[in-house]
């Protein structure tokens, strides 16, 4: 996909899935996989309950790193604030 389109659409799309107070999980993490299988974007936005769990940068960085890991078609396109979206070619 072309970066200005792609990026356009960053922009427009609203976070699918929610981080909160309960953090990270193995079912949050399969939820992301889950939606960039059947779309190729997701937007992950991370609620400030999530950060008592862990701090934003390692709460963001646990994120990447697990759906990478499991899904290896999936690329990080943007990550602004306490959202990051995910990109996946179908």
Sequence with gaps: MHEKKLMSEVY???PTVRIGKSGVTEKIINEIILQLQ???LVK???LSSA???MPKDEIKKFIVNKVI???AYATVVSKVGNTITF???R
């Design 12 to 14: 427009t799309l609203s």
């Design 38 to 40: 059947k779309k190729h």
């Design 44 to 46: 992950v936005k991370i």
């Design 51 to 53: 950060f008592e769990t």
């Design 69 to 71: 890991e499991k899904y």
């Design 87 to 89: 990109y996946a070619q």
